[in-house]
DNA sequence: TGACAATGTATCTGGCAGATGTATCTTGCA
DNA sequence: TGCAAGATACATCTGCCAGATACATTGTCA
Protein backbone atom coordinates (compact mmCIF):
# COMPACT_ATOMS: atom_id res chain seq x y z
CA UNK A 1 0.00 0.00 0.00
CA UNK A 2 2.03 3.25 -1.20
CA UNK A 3 1.79 6.67 0.84
CA UNK A 4 -0.29 9.13 0.08
CA UNK A 5 3.03 10.93 -0.87
CA UNK A 6 3.17 9.09 -3.62
CA UNK A 7 -0.08 10.80 -4.93
CA UNK A 8 0.89 13.77 -4.31
CA UNK A 9 3.65 13.58 -6.46
CA UNK A 10 2.33 11.74 -9.10
CA UNK A 11 -0.96 14.26 -9.24
CA UNK A 12 1.91 17.52 -9.35
CA UNK A 13 3.74 15.63 -11.81
CA UNK A 14 0.18 15.12 -13.92
CA UNK A 15 -0.09 18.88 -14.05
CA UNK A 16 3.50 19.52 -14.57
CA UNK A 17 6.30 17.61 -15.66
CA UNK A 18 10.23 18.01 -15.31
CA UNK A 19 10.00 19.22 -11.69
CA UNK A 20 12.45 18.54 -8.76
CA UNK A 21 11.93 17.67 -5.42
CA UNK A 22 12.19 21.38 -4.22
CA UNK A 23 10.05 22.84 -7.09
CA UNK A 24 7.58 19.99 -5.84
CA UNK A 25 7.64 21.56 -2.42
CA UNK A 26 7.16 25.33 -3.81
CA UNK A 27 4.55 24.08 -5.44
CA UNK A 28 2.94 22.65 -2.64
CA UNK A 29 3.59 24.97 -0.55
CA UNK A 30 1.64 27.41 -3.43
CA UNK A 31 -1.66 25.38 -4.02
CA UNK A 32 -2.49 22.15 -2.40
CA UNK A 33 -0.70 23.51 0.94
CA UNK A 34 -3.89 24.77 1.82
CA UNK A 35 -5.39 21.90 2.91
CA UNK A 36 -2.60 19.48 2.61
CA UNK A 37 0.89 19.33 3.87
CA UNK A 38 3.45 17.27 2.70
CA UNK A 39 6.39 15.75 4.57
CA UNK A 40 9.17 16.49 2.39
CA UNK A 41 11.40 14.94 4.81
CA UNK A 42 9.38 11.74 3.43
CA UNK A 43 9.77 13.80 -0.40
CA UNK A 44 13.65 12.81 -1.36
CA UNK A 45 13.11 9.12 -0.34
CA UNK A 46 9.84 9.05 -1.79
CA UNK A 47 11.16 10.05 -5.40
CA UNK A 48 13.81 7.50 -5.15
CA UNK A 49 11.53 4.71 -4.91
CA UNK A 50 8.88 5.80 -7.87
CA UNK A 51 11.65 6.08 -9.90
CA UNK A 52 12.62 2.85 -8.31
CA UNK A 53 8.85 1.27 -9.10
CA UNK A 54 9.11 3.15 -12.70
CA UNK A 55 6.28 5.24 -11.92
CA UNK A 56 8.08 8.75 -12.45
CA UNK A 57 11.79 9.18 -14.32
CA UNK A 58 14.52 11.33 -14.06
CA UNK A 59 13.87 14.05 -16.76
CA UNK A 60 15.55 16.96 -18.11
CA UNK A 61 14.16 20.28 -19.39
CA UNK A 62 15.79 22.61 -21.42
CA UNK A 63 19.22 22.19 -19.37
CA UNK A 64 19.42 25.43 -17.07
CA UNK A 65 23.08 24.08 -15.53
CA UNK A 66 21.06 24.31 -12.11
CA UNK A 67 23.75 22.22 -9.78
CA UNK A 68 23.23 18.81 -8.94
CA UNK A 69 19.26 19.23 -9.09
CA UNK A 70 16.92 16.24 -10.43
CA UNK A 71 14.07 16.53 -12.44
CA UNK A 72 11.23 14.15 -12.79
CA UNK A 73 8.72 13.61 -15.04
CA UNK A 74 5.63 10.85 -14.84
CA UNK A 75 6.06 7.21 -17.03
CA UNK A 76 2.67 5.59 -18.40
CA UNK A 77 2.48 3.81 -15.78
CA UNK A 78 2.46 6.36 -13.30
CA UNK A 79 -0.23 8.00 -14.86
CA UNK A 80 -2.21 4.87 -14.55
CA UNK A 81 -1.92 4.38 -10.84
CA UNK A 82 -2.57 8.41 -10.25
CA UNK A 83 -6.45 7.36 -12.51
CA UNK A 84 -6.56 4.56 -10.49
CA UNK A 85 -6.15 6.17 -7.19
CA UNK A 86 -7.94 8.82 -7.76
CA UNK A 87 -11.01 6.65 -8.05
CA UNK A 88 -10.62 5.05 -5.12
CA UNK A 89 -12.90 6.08 -1.83
CA UNK A 90 -10.80 8.85 0.08
CA UNK A 91 -10.12 7.74 3.57
CA UNK A 92 -10.85 10.56 5.72
CA UNK A 93 -8.37 11.52 8.27
CA UNK A 94 -8.34 11.29 12.11
CA UNK A 95 -9.00 15.00 13.50
CA UNK A 96 -6.80 16.93 15.00
CA UNK A 97 -7.27 20.24 16.23
CA UNK A 98 -5.65 21.79 19.23
CA UNK A 99 -7.72 24.91 19.58
CA UNK A 100 -11.09 23.11 19.84
CA UNK A 101 -9.21 20.78 22.99
CA UNK A 102 -8.33 23.87 24.76
CA UNK A 103 -11.63 25.04 24.12
CA UNK A 104 -13.45 21.89 25.45
CA UNK A 105 -11.47 22.08 28.79
CA UNK A 106 -11.33 25.77 29.06
CA UNK A 107 -13.52 25.84 32.14
CA UNK A 108 -10.34 24.32 33.87
CA UNK A 109 -8.44 27.99 33.09
CA UNK A 110 -11.68 30.27 32.83
CA UNK A 111 -13.09 32.24 30.11
CA UNK A 112 -10.70 34.54 30.02
CA UNK A 113 -8.02 32.22 28.33
CA UNK A 114 -10.48 31.34 26.39
CA UNK A 115 -12.00 34.51 24.73
CA UNK A 116 -7.89 35.03 23.88
CA UNK A 117 -7.96 31.56 22.26
CA UNK A 118 -10.89 32.70 20.49
CA UNK A 119 -9.76 36.58 19.65
CA UNK A 120 -6.76 34.38 18.24
CA UNK A 121 -8.50 32.39 16.37
CA UNK A 122 -10.54 34.86 14.57
CA UNK A 123 -7.50 36.89 13.61
CA UNK A 124 -5.57 34.22 11.94
CA UNK A 125 -8.84 32.95 9.88
CA UNK A 126 -9.40 36.80 8.92
CA UNK A 127 -6.15 36.76 7.52
CA UNK A 128 -6.31 33.39 6.02
CA UNK A 129 -9.39 34.09 4.41
CA UNK A 130 -8.33 37.11 2.56
CA UNK A 131 -5.38 35.63 1.80
CA UNK A 132 -7.08 32.90 0.32
CA UNK A 133 -9.54 34.87 -1.48
CA UNK A 134 -6.79 37.22 -3.35
CA UNK A 135 -5.16 33.90 -4.38
CA UNK A 136 -8.45 33.03 -6.07
CA UNK A 137 -8.69 36.35 -7.93
CA UNK A 138 -5.34 36.11 -9.61
CA UNK A 139 -5.68 32.04 -9.97
CA UNK A 140 -8.95 33.06 -11.70
CA UNK A 141 -7.21 35.55 -14.06
CA UNK A 142 -4.60 33.99 -14.90
CA UNK A 143 -5.87 29.92 -15.03
CA UNK A 144 -9.74 30.53 -15.99
CA UNK A 145 -8.67 28.37 -19.05
CA UNK A 146 -6.40 25.87 -17.84
CA UNK A 147 -7.94 22.55 -18.39
CA UNK A 148 -7.73 21.61 -14.71
CA UNK A 149 -9.41 25.37 -13.45
CA UNK A 150 -12.49 24.32 -12.21
CA UNK A 151 -11.37 21.18 -9.64
CA UNK A 152 -8.65 23.71 -8.54
CA UNK A 153 -11.72 26.68 -7.94
CA UNK A 154 -13.67 24.03 -6.09
CA UNK A 155 -11.12 23.07 -3.24
CA UNK A 156 -10.68 26.95 -2.94
CA UNK A 157 -14.49 27.97 -2.53
CA UNK A 158 -14.79 25.07 -0.20
CA UNK A 159 -11.87 26.64 1.88
CA UNK A 160 -13.39 30.09 1.30
CA UNK A 161 -17.15 28.46 2.33
CA UNK A 162 -15.76 26.68 5.65
CA UNK A 163 -13.65 29.93 6.70
CA UNK A 164 -16.28 32.09 6.59
CA UNK A 165 -18.47 29.63 8.69
CA UNK A 166 -15.64 29.22 11.68
CA UNK A 167 -15.59 33.37 11.67
CA UNK A 168 -19.46 33.41 11.89
CA UNK A 169 -19.38 31.01 14.72
CA UNK A 170 -15.96 33.01 16.54
CA UNK A 171 -18.47 35.54 16.76
CA UNK A 172 -20.98 33.70 18.51
CA UNK A 173 -17.99 32.10 21.08
CA UNK A 174 -17.03 35.18 21.43
CA UNK A 175 -19.80 36.95 22.85
CA UNK A 176 -20.73 33.45 25.02
CA UNK A 177 -17.60 34.00 26.52
CA UNK A 178 -17.51 37.29 27.38
CA UNK A 179 -20.73 37.21 28.78
CA UNK A 180 -19.48 34.52 30.96
CA UNK A 181 -16.59 36.61 32.13
CA UNK A 182 -18.62 39.40 33.35
CA UNK A 183 -21.16 37.10 35.33
CA UNK A 184 -17.57 36.25 36.73
CA UNK A 185 -15.10 38.67 37.13
CA UNK A 186 -11.93 38.72 35.10
CA UNK A 187 -10.17 35.46 34.06
CA UNK A 188 -6.15 35.91 33.65
CA UNK A 189 -5.37 36.36 30.03
CA UNK A 190 -3.49 33.75 27.69
CA UNK A 191 0.33 34.45 27.86
CA UNK A 192 1.07 35.86 25.09
CA UNK A 193 4.53 34.72 23.16
CA UNK A 194 5.42 34.84 19.44
CA UNK A 195 2.28 33.67 17.61
CA UNK A 196 4.56 32.12 14.58
CA UNK A 197 3.45 34.82 11.62
CA UNK A 198 0.30 35.20 9.87
CA UNK A 199 -0.72 31.36 9.55
CA UNK A 200 -3.80 29.48 9.28
CA UNK A 201 -6.11 27.85 6.59
CA UNK A 202 -8.40 25.04 6.86
CA UNK A 203 -7.93 21.32 6.51
CA UNK A 204 -10.78 18.97 7.57
CA UNK A 205 -11.49 15.45 8.92
CA UNK A 206 -13.72 13.04 10.22
CA UNK A 207 -14.50 11.34 13.48
CA UNK A 208 -15.07 8.13 14.42
CA UNK A 209 -18.84 6.46 15.17
CA UNK A 210 -19.22 6.78 18.96
CA UNK A 211 -21.71 4.63 20.32
CA UNK A 212 -21.79 5.64 24.00
CA UNK A 213 -22.30 9.76 24.43
CA UNK A 214 -21.24 10.11 28.01
CA UNK A 215 -19.56 13.44 28.98
CA UNK A 216 -21.73 15.01 26.08
CA UNK B 1 7.80 19.59 25.77
CA UNK B 2 5.50 17.20 26.94
CA UNK B 3 3.23 15.86 24.30
CA UNK B 4 -0.44 16.33 23.48
CA UNK B 5 -1.28 13.61 24.46
CA UNK B 6 -0.62 14.13 28.35
CA UNK B 7 -2.95 16.96 27.96
CA UNK B 8 -5.56 15.27 26.69
CA UNK B 9 -5.56 12.74 29.49
CA UNK B 10 -4.68 15.42 32.61
CA UNK B 11 -8.21 17.21 31.36
CA UNK B 12 -10.32 13.93 30.98
CA UNK B 13 -9.24 13.50 34.74
CA UNK B 14 -10.00 16.83 35.48
CA UNK B 15 -13.98 16.58 34.75
CA UNK B 16 -14.02 13.15 36.02
CA UNK B 17 -11.30 11.30 38.62
CA UNK B 18 -10.79 7.64 38.83
CA UNK B 19 -10.70 6.67 35.39
CA UNK B 20 -8.26 3.31 33.68
CA UNK B 21 -6.78 3.69 30.59
CA UNK B 22 -9.83 2.26 28.72
CA UNK B 23 -12.09 4.79 30.45
CA UNK B 24 -10.36 7.42 28.89
CA UNK B 25 -10.45 5.69 25.84
CA UNK B 26 -14.14 5.32 25.67
CA UNK B 27 -14.61 8.48 27.11
CA UNK B 28 -12.78 10.12 23.94
CA UNK B 29 -14.94 8.43 21.48
CA UNK B 30 -17.90 9.72 22.85
CA UNK B 31 -16.90 13.33 23.65
CA UNK B 32 -13.56 15.07 22.09
CA UNK B 33 -12.82 12.20 19.66
CA UNK B 34 -15.09 14.55 17.24
CA UNK B 35 -12.04 16.83 17.41
CA UNK B 36 -9.30 15.15 18.37
CA UNK B 37 -8.52 11.36 17.81
CA UNK B 38 -5.80 10.20 20.10
CA UNK B 39 -3.26 7.53 19.54
CA UNK B 40 -4.08 4.94 22.13
CA UNK B 41 -0.72 2.84 21.36
CA UNK B 42 0.64 5.93 22.95
CA UNK B 43 -1.98 6.32 26.11
CA UNK B 44 -0.72 3.38 28.40
CA UNK B 45 2.56 4.59 28.09
CA UNK B 46 2.19 7.92 29.21
CA UNK B 47 0.24 6.81 32.02
CA UNK B 48 3.58 5.68 33.15
CA UNK B 49 5.66 8.51 32.40
CA UNK B 50 2.81 10.76 34.16
CA UNK B 51 2.55 8.83 37.16
CA UNK B 52 6.59 9.25 37.30
CA UNK B 53 6.26 12.89 36.90
CA UNK B 54 4.00 13.32 39.50
CA UNK B 55 1.50 14.43 37.49
CA UNK B 56 -1.22 11.73 38.25
CA UNK B 57 -1.58 9.07 40.73
CA UNK B 58 -3.13 5.78 40.44
CA UNK B 59 -6.13 5.90 42.51
CA UNK B 60 -9.04 3.81 43.36
CA UNK B 61 -12.76 4.36 43.52
CA UNK B 62 -15.29 2.05 45.71
CA UNK B 63 -13.21 -1.20 44.84
CA UNK B 64 -15.57 -2.79 42.16
CA UNK B 65 -13.65 -5.97 41.99
CA UNK B 66 -12.45 -5.37 37.95
CA UNK B 67 -9.68 -7.27 37.58
CA UNK B 68 -6.13 -5.28 36.70
CA UNK B 69 -7.35 -2.11 35.88
CA UNK B 70 -5.65 0.71 37.41
CA UNK B 71 -7.55 3.92 37.61
CA UNK B 72 -5.98 7.53 37.93
CA UNK B 73 -6.56 10.66 39.25
CA UNK B 74 -4.49 13.79 39.16
CA UNK B 75 -2.27 15.55 41.19
CA UNK B 76 -2.32 19.32 42.08
CA UNK B 77 0.84 19.11 40.22
CA UNK B 78 -0.70 17.81 37.01
CA UNK B 79 -3.92 20.16 37.70
CA UNK B 80 -1.05 23.09 37.45
CA UNK B 81 0.34 21.80 34.59
CA UNK B 82 -2.65 21.80 32.98
CA UNK B 83 -4.26 24.87 33.72
CA UNK B 84 -0.20 26.50 32.27
CA UNK B 85 -1.00 24.43 29.36
CA UNK B 86 -4.58 25.51 28.05
CA UNK B 87 -3.48 29.19 28.83
CA UNK B 88 -0.39 28.66 26.33
CA UNK B 89 -1.27 29.98 22.56
CA UNK B 90 -2.52 27.07 20.64
CA UNK B 91 -0.91 25.31 17.96
CA UNK B 92 -2.04 24.12 14.70
CA UNK B 93 -1.89 21.54 13.10
CA UNK B 94 -0.95 20.71 9.50
CA UNK B 95 -3.93 20.33 7.42
CA UNK B 96 -4.61 16.70 6.17
CA UNK B 97 -7.79 16.13 3.95
CA UNK B 98 -7.59 13.67 1.01
CA UNK B 99 -10.96 14.35 -0.56
CA UNK B 100 -10.37 17.63 -1.40
CA UNK B 101 -6.72 16.62 -2.85
CA UNK B 102 -8.59 13.98 -4.98
CA UNK B 103 -10.78 16.52 -5.66
CA UNK B 104 -7.70 18.71 -6.56
CA UNK B 105 -6.37 16.47 -9.25
CA UNK B 106 -9.58 15.54 -9.97
CA UNK B 107 -8.75 16.51 -13.67
CA UNK B 108 -7.26 13.58 -14.59
CA UNK B 109 -10.08 11.00 -13.53
CA UNK B 110 -12.97 12.81 -14.96
CA UNK B 111 -15.78 14.78 -13.74
CA UNK B 112 -17.80 11.54 -12.85
CA UNK B 113 -15.20 10.23 -9.96
CA UNK B 114 -15.35 13.50 -8.36
CA UNK B 115 -19.17 13.58 -8.53
CA UNK B 116 -19.13 10.18 -6.47
CA UNK B 117 -16.67 12.07 -3.94
CA UNK B 118 -18.65 14.49 -3.11
CA UNK B 119 -21.60 12.44 -3.15
CA UNK B 120 -20.13 10.54 -0.62
CA UNK B 121 -19.10 13.10 1.47
CA UNK B 122 -22.08 14.64 1.63
CA UNK B 123 -23.50 11.41 2.72
CA UNK B 124 -21.05 11.01 5.38
CA UNK B 125 -21.82 14.80 6.16
CA UNK B 126 -25.19 14.12 6.71
CA UNK B 127 -25.51 11.43 8.78
CA UNK B 128 -22.44 13.15 11.28
CA UNK B 129 -24.61 16.70 11.43
CA UNK B 130 -27.66 14.56 12.40
CA UNK B 131 -25.35 12.34 14.98
CA UNK B 132 -23.52 15.80 16.84
CA UNK B 133 -26.72 17.56 16.54
CA UNK B 134 -28.68 14.47 18.62
CA UNK B 135 -25.58 14.39 21.30
CA UNK B 136 -26.11 18.22 21.68
CA UNK B 137 -29.70 17.75 22.25
CA UNK B 138 -29.14 14.74 24.83
CA UNK B 139 -26.16 16.45 26.34
CA UNK B 140 -27.63 19.78 26.90
CA UNK B 141 -31.05 18.31 28.62
CA UNK B 142 -28.52 16.12 31.05
CA UNK B 143 -25.66 18.57 31.56
CA UNK B 144 -26.77 21.75 31.33
CA UNK B 145 -26.32 22.22 34.94
CA UNK B 146 -22.65 21.06 34.50
CA UNK B 147 -20.02 23.72 35.09
CA UNK B 148 -18.13 22.84 31.55
CA UNK B 149 -21.38 22.93 30.00
CA UNK B 150 -21.31 25.77 27.92
CA UNK B 151 -17.71 25.03 26.79
CA UNK B 152 -18.53 21.70 25.26
CA UNK B 153 -21.46 23.31 23.80
CA UNK B 154 -19.15 26.20 22.02
CA UNK B 155 -17.17 22.91 20.51
CA UNK B 156 -20.03 21.17 19.30
CA UNK B 157 -21.91 24.41 17.73
CA UNK B 158 -18.47 24.85 15.90
CA UNK B 159 -18.69 21.11 14.74
CA UNK B 160 -22.52 22.34 13.58
CA UNK B 161 -21.62 25.18 12.12
CA UNK B 162 -18.66 24.03 9.77
CA UNK B 163 -20.99 20.82 8.98
CA UNK B 164 -23.57 22.79 7.79
CA UNK B 165 -20.97 25.35 5.40
CA UNK B 166 -19.48 21.78 4.14
CA UNK B 167 -22.59 20.53 3.03
CA UNK B 168 -23.83 24.05 1.54
CA UNK B 169 -20.33 24.07 -0.81
CA UNK B 170 -20.92 20.19 -1.58
CA UNK B 171 -24.49 20.96 -2.97
CA UNK B 172 -22.71 23.64 -5.40
CA UNK B 173 -19.89 21.19 -5.71
CA UNK B 174 -22.55 18.44 -7.41
CA UNK B 175 -23.74 21.40 -9.78
CA UNK B 176 -20.61 22.19 -11.08
CA UNK B 177 -19.38 18.77 -11.75
CA UNK B 178 -22.17 17.49 -13.05
CA UNK B 179 -22.71 20.02 -15.50
CA UNK B 180 -18.93 19.09 -16.43
CA UNK B 181 -20.06 15.68 -16.68
CA UNK B 182 -22.64 16.74 -19.12
CA UNK B 183 -20.28 18.40 -21.42
CA UNK B 184 -18.11 16.13 -21.80
CA UNK B 185 -20.08 12.95 -21.72
CA UNK B 186 -19.59 10.25 -18.71
CA UNK B 187 -17.00 9.94 -16.94
CA UNK B 188 -15.86 6.71 -14.99
CA UNK B 189 -17.30 5.84 -12.07
CA UNK B 190 -15.60 5.48 -8.39
CA UNK B 191 -14.28 1.72 -7.84
CA UNK B 192 -16.92 1.34 -5.33
CA UNK B 193 -16.01 -0.60 -1.57
CA UNK B 194 -17.16 -0.93 1.51
CA UNK B 195 -17.06 2.69 3.34
CA UNK B 196 -16.09 1.49 7.13
CA UNK B 197 -19.45 2.41 8.45
CA UNK B 198 -21.02 6.20 9.24
CA UNK B 199 -18.08 7.75 9.99
CA UNK B 200 -17.39 11.37 9.49
CA UNK B 201 -16.93 14.46 12.06
CA UNK B 202 -14.83 17.36 11.90
CA UNK B 203 -11.73 18.89 13.10
CA UNK B 204 -9.89 21.94 11.95
CA UNK B 205 -6.64 23.04 11.08
CA UNK B 206 -4.43 25.70 9.61
CA UNK B 207 -1.93 25.97 6.34
CA UNK B 208 1.23 27.59 6.37
CA UNK B 209 1.79 31.15 5.36
CA UNK B 210 2.37 30.62 1.63
CA UNK B 211 4.99 33.13 -0.09
CA UNK B 212 4.40 31.97 -3.78
CA UNK B 213 0.89 31.70 -5.64
CA UNK B 214 1.94 30.00 -8.19
CA UNK B 215 -0.52 27.48 -9.28
CA UNK B 216 -4.18 28.46 -8.63
C1' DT C 1 -18.32 -27.24 33.58
C1' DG C 2 -15.96 -26.44 29.43
C1' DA C 3 -15.54 -24.17 24.86
C1' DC C 4 -16.05 -20.18 22.24
C1' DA C 5 -17.10 -15.30 21.63
C1' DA C 6 -16.93 -10.77 22.99
C1' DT C 7 -14.87 -7.32 25.22
C1' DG C 8 -11.20 -5.20 28.07
C1' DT C 9 -6.30 -4.03 28.39
C1' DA C 10 -1.58 -3.20 26.77
C1' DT C 11 2.49 -3.21 23.51
C1' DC C 12 5.09 -2.91 18.99
C1' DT C 13 6.47 -0.98 14.62
C1' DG C 14 6.66 1.58 10.30
C1' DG C 15 5.76 6.05 8.55
C1' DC C 16 5.85 10.91 9.01
C1' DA C 17 6.75 16.15 10.73
C1' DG C 18 9.85 19.25 11.41
C1' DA C 19 14.56 20.42 12.81
C1' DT C 20 18.80 20.48 11.14
C1' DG C 21 22.65 20.23 7.87
C1' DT C 22 25.12 21.40 3.45
C1' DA C 23 25.81 23.28 -1.16
C1' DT C 24 25.09 26.92 -4.38
C1' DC C 25 23.69 31.40 -5.78
C1' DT C 26 23.26 36.55 -5.17
C1' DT C 27 24.44 40.96 -3.61
C1' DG C 28 27.03 44.76 -1.81
C1' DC C 29 31.06 46.87 -1.35
C1' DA C 30 36.26 47.70 -1.83
C1' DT D 1 36.93 42.29 -10.54
C1' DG D 2 37.21 39.71 -6.08
C1' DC D 3 35.28 38.11 -2.15
C1' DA D 4 32.55 37.91 2.21
C1' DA D 5 27.97 37.43 4.10
C1' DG D 6 23.62 36.19 3.71
C1' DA D 7 19.82 34.13 1.15
C1' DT D 8 18.08 30.40 -1.09
C1' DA D 9 18.07 25.69 -3.00
C1' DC D 10 18.30 21.20 -1.75
C1' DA D 11 18.59 16.90 1.23
C1' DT D 12 18.77 13.94 5.50
C1' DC D 13 17.96 12.43 10.35
C1' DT D 14 15.39 11.58 14.58
C1' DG D 15 11.73 11.18 17.91
C1' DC D 16 6.88 10.58 18.12
C1' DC D 17 2.49 8.75 17.06
C1' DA D 18 -1.53 5.84 14.59
C1' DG D 19 -3.09 1.71 14.03
C1' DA D 20 -2.29 -3.24 14.04
C1' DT D 21 -1.58 -6.73 16.85
C1' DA D 22 -1.16 -9.55 21.10
C1' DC D 23 -2.75 -11.05 25.37
C1' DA D 24 -6.21 -11.31 29.41
C1' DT D 25 -10.57 -11.46 31.34
C1' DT D 26 -15.42 -11.88 31.44
C1' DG D 27 -19.70 -13.39 29.53
C1' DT D 28 -22.75 -17.08 27.47
C1' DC D 29 -24.53 -21.12 25.76
C1' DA D 30 -24.56 -26.37 25.43
Known amino acids: MSSRTDYVI ?8 HQSGYEMRKTIQGSVGYFWSESYGQLYPTLKRLTAEGLIAPSRRAAKGRGGRQEYSMT ?7 KEWLALPYRPDPPRDEFLLKLFFGREAGPGVAVAHVRRFQEDYRQALALIEEIG ?3 TAKNAEHPHFRFWNLTLEYGVARMRAELEWSKHALKVLEEMEEEQGT ?5 GTGRRAGKAGMGKASGRGAKGSKNV
Open 10 to 17: LGLLSIEP
Open 76 to 82: AAGHARL
Open 187 to 191: GSRVQ
Open 137 to 139: RVG
